[in-house]
Nanobody
Framework: VQLVESGGGSVQAGGSLRVSCATF????????MGWFRQAPGKEREGVAA???????SYADSVKGRFTISQDNAKNTLYLQMNSLKPEDSAMYYC??????????????????RGQGTQVTVS
């Protein structure tokens, strides 16, 4: 599964950004997709996950501010980020297909991930 993120950038605190993840196979064939992030000097942190039945889950730190969604017609996964805070600054990675022992939960453990897109909030 090839994943390519885009849409990162710099924004002021309180602002919004939407990051996208283009996949090169039909998103409906991928059972679970998600986003995780990593800031310099910090561990990877799961952000959101989207299961094949449409159910979503979020880290407590982003709940109510971030929304994960997908457009199967465009084979694209999205993460809409609102009310951004400086602590949201990180490299954001799109990921797919977690190991069976992990399941479709908020996690940074996946079999596939993209190259990342930087989000900076000041």
């Amino acid at each position: 599964v090839q994943l390519v993120e885009s849409g990162g950038g710099s924004v002021q605190a309180g602002g919004s950004l939407r990051v996208s993840c283009a996949t090169f196979e039909h998103t409906s064939s991928t059972k679970c997709m998600g986003w995780f992030r990593q800031a310099p000097g910090k561990e990877r942190e799961g952000v959101a996950a989207l299961d094949s039945d449409g159910s979503t889950s979020y880290a407590d730190s982003v709940k109510g501010r971030f929304t994960i969604s997908q457009d199967n017609a465009k084979n694209t996964l999205y993460l809409q980020m609102n009310s951004l805070k400086p602590e949201d600054s990180a490299m954001y990675y799109c990921a797919a297909d977690p190991p069976l022992w992990v399941g479709c939960v908020v996690s940074s453990v996946y079999n596939y991930r993209g190259q990342g897109t930087q989000v900076t909030v000041s």
